[in-house]
């Protein structure tokens, strides 16, 4: 038997991914940005994606649309953002801009679930911030749940992804039941002083990537961001699980059924012949003076893999680091290898997109090992299944914020690079309702 997880503020699934590798069915992903859902319900085509604000459903629609009636909803996981720390003299939880917190106790709470992961920035744990931990936990207590105290702060980079990024878990179950440990380090971080010598070091940069073909192989990517090819080198122990070479890869998860000879989500960047030389001229390691990119040590991890902002607030790019081997910035394929997602994942074919998608998320081997101390502590003991599972329609993956939001039949999002006329998404509507029909 499986736990039911249910993943809200889902993103592109960073977090129902490292679940569904615990063990758990995660039947519904709640997801504002129709960009992001999209992308969510190709990989996840068994989980039920609502598209919308928390702020705006209850506990019941969401078990009325994800199926699952009265039956016992195990964990509910997810990052909220909170923005709010300027009122001197309120609580913290009162702020406006930090209601999506409140509404993520109170479905926690409406659905009854046995247990919560609440995972956000480690600046929370930072000075004046400490208000807000505080009074969350104080809200869960009143809404009947313990939380494991101290929160803690934890590093992808312990728990073999090759990519240094911290993040702060707060873990929680209804009283009564045994509250869940945090997650013990498994690997030490490449390149860094080892902090446990009873430890292995986790994967490398050049462990990560070095089996991947060079993009500028490839004249097609210009155009497209997958290409069918026999290029692929002698994968480390990494990134043979990254292209799930055995049945263990897949951990507690299902098998999707994909075409493992195509590297995809390898759209090229085009760099002016300066930016190649100052690339080059880069040491591994070390920021590039003036891009201040970041040149990718291949015997250490990559830095923090960022998202930038959204089109609504100007659709900045957070810079992608550079290559270690070649003058370039690395493809998004090679993005999701430093962050531990497996190479069957796919991303919005356009790199701002799919490069937002991969900042944004929790890496999936942090959110599996985060998960498991959830299934211990309710006392599950999932098996690996072993029915592979269809990936969606490819339509899904070159969807803008008109295309997706005229797919889940929502308003779509203020945009600075979106904007068509209502004539225009009306038509479109009705194209993507027809591709998707034909399941092309």
Wanted: glycine fraction near 8%; aromatic fraction near 8%; proline fraction near 7%.
């Amino acid at each position: 038997m499986r736990p039911i997880g249910i993943d809200l503020f889902a993103g592109a699934g960073g977090l129902s991914l490292g679940f569904e590798q615990a063990g758990f069915d995660v039947k519904a992903a709640v997801e504002i940005d129709p960009v992001h859902c999209a992308t969510h319900e190709y990989n996840f085509p068994n989980t039920k994606v609502i598209c919308g604000s928390v702020e705006k459903l209850t506990g019941a629609e969401i078990r009325e649309r994800a199926g699952i009636s009265d039956l016992s909803v195990d964990c509910v996981f997810g990052g909220a953002p909170c923005q709010g720390f300027s009122l001197i003299g309120q609580r913290i939880l009162d702020d406006p801009r930090n209601s999506l917190v409140l509404h993520f106790v109170r479905i926690v709470s409406e659905l009854d679930a046995n247990s919560f992961v609440f995972e956000n920035v480690k600046g929370l744990t930072l000075g004046k911030h400490k208000r807000f931990l505080t009074e969350l936990v104080s809200a869960f207590d009143q809404a009947g749940y313990e939380c494991q105290l101290p929160w803690k702060v934890i590093n992808a980079g312990n728990f073999g992804t090759p990519q240094s990024r911290e993040r702060l878990f707060l873990l929680g179950v209804k009283k009564g039941i045994e509250v869940p440990s945090y997650p013990s380090p498994t690997t030490n971080i490449s390149g860094k002083k080892v902090s446990n010598e009873n430890l292995p070091n986790g994967p490398t940069v050049y462990e990560a990537l070095e089996d991947l073909p060079d993009a500028e192989l490839f004249s097609s990517l210009k155009k497209t961001d997958c290409v069918k090819t026999k290029q692929f080198g002698q994968p480390s122990s990494y990134a043979a699980e990254m292209r799930c070479e055995k049945s263990e890869d897949w951990h507690l998860g299902y098998p999707r059924k994909w075409e493992n000879g195509v590297l995809t989500s390898s759209a090229r960047t085009e760099h002016t012949e300066i930016s190649r030389r100052r690339f080059s001229e880069t040491e591994p390691g070390k920021v590039e003076p003036i891009s201040r990119f970041f040149r990718l040590p291949p015997d250490g991890v990559s830095n923090t893999l960022r998202a930038g902002t959204d089109g609504a607030r100007g659709a900045f790019t957070s810079p992608r680091p550079v290559h270690y081997k070649f003058a370039r910035c690395v493809t998004v394929r090679e993005m999701a290898r430093l962050h531990g997602f497996p190479d069957w994942f796919r991303f919005n074919v356009t790199k701002w997109h799919g490069a937002r998608q991969i900042g944004n998320s929790v890496p999936p081997p942090l959110a599996r090992a985060v998960a498991g101390q959830i299934v211990d502590a309710l006392g599950f003991a999932p098996t690996q299944p072993t029915e592979e599972v269809p990936l969606g329609p490819e339509a899904l993956l070159s969807y803008d914020v008109t295309n997706a939001a005229a797919y889940f039949m929502v308003d779509a999002p203020s945009s600075r690079r979106d904007r068509k006329s209502g004539a225009k998404k009306r038509k479109q509507i009705e194209i993507e309702q027809e591709r998707l029909a034909k399941g092309t």
